[in-house]
């Protein structure tokens, strides 16, 4: 094994070296055969940051494959691929900023009660590449079944019950369904028709938005509602893309809109009060994605990951940073 050991780190080696600019999230795994030999299997991610050029031994060529194998490419491809990469950024934010020109107007799957929204898009970079990607949107089956898909204001709901805890007591609530889009999950607990704190909608090319205004109280933000829900929903959605197969990295977009004049409540522990910082000054705080190179990050190296997207926000009401995060970059209790 020890053979194995050092034949992994020489090709990792080689990887982080030889490959300019880095492919993150290539995995290995070594496979003992029956002669006692062993193989190892690499698998490649899906990359946004291509086209990569070989450096090892300064090589400095790029290559592509077909069908018949791999082969450099002329100068022609590579001006094309560089271009394609940038046109996949490009149509991220686009759609990112129709989204919330729809949300901004009230073009939403759900009416909502006044105009202020938090909005979550969590964007597989293969939702916009070519071929685009399609995702299982089976809700009988596992994991749409299961109520993944929920809205931020149902998964970082108040007082000492959990999410599933909600869930246990509302058997028949939260259920996912179909809808132009894909499929759309609500936090409406009542008739149809009544206005709902927010929606989770899944797209047929994986990407998810969510809308909520449940952070929102007579002209306050709740800060640890707001911090703490959005972490605990991208854990959620991490899941849920994970098992529907998606591939990373993933653009986290967050904005807030309709919040000019609005201030920042923190929790002033252990007295109970209150106290309200600078209000924001514009309308709309759009926050600049972050790229998220693994699903697979537990609930702390997640948290890390989101400071960059709450941090602005903070910064609207006067902080340098989140209240939520100490000097290092860890979260905290509530404070």
Known sequence: MGDVDAEI??????????????????????????????????????SFSRPHVVTYKNHWKFYTRTSNGKYQMNVDEVRRAFVLSESVANRIRAFRAERLGRVVSGETPMPFEGPSRVVLHVVPISAFDSPTSVVDLDIRRPPLSERVLLPISIVNVDGVEGVEEVLLRHPSEFLPRYNFDGVLCDAQLGLPGEDSEGYAQLFKTGVIEAADNHTFVDGYIDGYKLDEGL???????????RELGVEPPIFLMLSLVSVRGYQML??????????????????????????????????????????????????????????????????????
């Open 9 to 46: 780190s020489r090709l990792e080696s080689s990887i982080r070296d030889g490959i300019k600019p880095r492919i993150p999230g290539i995995k290995h795994q070594p496979v003992r055969l029956e002669n006692g030999e062993h193989a190892l299997v690499l698998r490649v991610p899906r």
């Open 266 to 335: 923190r929790k002033m522990l252990p007295y109970g009060y209150h106290s309200a910082l600078r209000p924001v000054d514009r309308d709309d705080l759009v926050v600049p994605e972050v790229m998220v190179e693994s699903l697979e990050l537990d609930l702390h190296a997640l948290q890390r990951h989101m400071r960059p997207l709450l941090d602005p926000v903070w910064n609207a009401v006067g902080l340098p940073r989140s209240l939520h995060y100490d000097e290092s970059g860890n979260w905290k209790s509530r404070t």
């Open 231 to 241: 972490i605990k929903t991208a854990h959620r959605y991490f899941r849920l893309l």
